[in-house]
């Protein structure tokens, strides 16, 4: 469906509204379908992103400017995050015993497996979206939205 559509105008509107407008109502689309995987986890977008992160690093811990540094949503609350999901026994926060201003933050066995019950999900929710599209489109969409976004 066009996004003229979508928003329901019969006005004119500029290629570069156009395309912004596609970008942020796709991201809302996206981000919607995600939020009703996490939901019966009891989990935030941002919540499995810190997840993630910590699970790259493979055991070792990670302070909250590493964690904040790779987030997606850069605007991220990161001590409110971690916070929430040390209640829920995801990670463990422990100060550093080299400089005790630093927390280090690692996630958990039942984070780890709380991951690996997400994972088939996730995957499948991120194939539903690029089924439209052939390999070759799907690498000249990456192309363009990275060059969209770079201002």
């Not at 979508?6 to 509204?17: D, G, N, P, V, Y």
């Not at 497996?113 to 991120?126: A, G, Q, R």
């Amino acid at each position: 469906m066009k996004i003229e559509e979508i928003i329901k105008t019969t006005s004119e509107m500029s290629l570069a509204k156009k395309a912004l407008l596609n970008v942020l109502f796709t991201q809302n689309v996206v981000a919607d379908k995600f939020n009703e995987i996490l939901k019966p986890h009891d989990l935030s977008s941002e919540q499995f992103n810190v997840l993630r992160i910590l699970r790259g690093q493979k055991g070792k811990p990670a302070n909250m400017c590493m964690i904040q540094e790779r987030m997606i949503a850069k605007t991220s609350n990161t001590t409110r995050l971690v916070d929430k999901l040390l209640l829920k026994e995801l990670v463990t926060r422990e100060v550093c015993s080299e400089n005790r201003r630093k927390m280090e933050i690692t996630i958990t066995e039942k984070g780890q497996k709380l991951l690996e019950v997400l994972d088939p999900i996730v995957i499948e929710h991120e194939m539903s979206f690029a089924k439209n599209l052939t390999s070759e489109e799907l690498e000249i969409f990456n192309t363009l939205l990275e060059k969209f976004r770079t201002i």
